[in-house]
Nanobody
Framework: QVQLVESGGGLVQAGGSLRLSCAAS????????MGWFRQAPGKEREFAAA????????VYADSVKGRFTISRDNAKKTVYLQMNSLKPEDTAVYYC????????????????????WGQGTQVTVSS
């Protein structure tokens, strides 16, 4: 089992920045990609960003590309999501996820490609 704990969410004004962290623990060996998804009230869960554990290849949703940056620290077993130029539309619960299967970008954007999920952290962007 892999445990994921998100942190770093909060309230920020439009144009501001936040950095989310996702700390992994447990049997993390064999994890090949990490992703961030978000879900606003009444909306479906949507992909934001993903990264491969080895190699650090990244993929972003069009809605966040150029504003968000995903990165990882293998030694700390932590993945980060740096969010800049935040907009009210970014308001959502952000979830970290880990996948144990080797995959490509077309699969990394799909929730079904992930095996473990964190509890989520709230991000609220005010206008």
């Amino acid at each position: 089992q892999v445990q994921l704990v998100e942190s770093g969410g909060g309230l920020v004004q439009a144009g501001g920045s936040l950095r989310l962290s996702c700390a992994a623990s447990g049997r993390t060996f064999g994890t090949y990609h990490m992703g961030w998804f978000r879900q606003a009230p009444g909306k479906e869960r949507e992909f934001a960003a993903a990264i491969t554990w080895f190699g650090g290849n990244t993929v972003y949703a069009d809605s966040v590309k150029g504003r968000f940056t995903i990165s990882r620290d293998n030694a700390k077993k932590t993945v980060y999501l740096q969010m800049n130029s935040l907009k009210p539309e970014d308001t959502a619960v952000y979830y970290c996820a880990a996948g144990i299967r080797v995959t490509g970008a077309q699969f990394m954007i799909r929730p079904v490609s992930y095996d473990y999920w964190g509890q989520g952290t709230q991000v609220t962007v005010s206008s």
